[in-house]
């Protein structure tokens, strides 16, 4: 049960890392870059964050 829990744990943590790193993308193209905001580019920067946590876990170096 614990193993269980720990690796909730760990998932929901990914989870939190991508929207964290999310909030920084959206944050970036709306600042500076002057990007209008919108839920797409919110869902886009999810994704960008996802992909970036899934990047560095899986790094060949």
């Not at 944050?27 to 886009?44: C, D, K, R, V, Y």
């Amino acid at each position: 049960m614990k193993e269980l829990l720990a690796e909730i744990a760990l998932r929901a943590a990914k989870v939190v890392a991508a929207a964290l790193v999310g909030l920084i993308v959206y944050a970036l193209m709306t600042g500076p870059f002057g990007a209008a905001g919108s839920p797409q580019l919110a869902l886009e920067a999810f994704i960008a964050g996802a992909v970036i946590i899934l990047l560095f876990e899986s790094s060949p170096i």
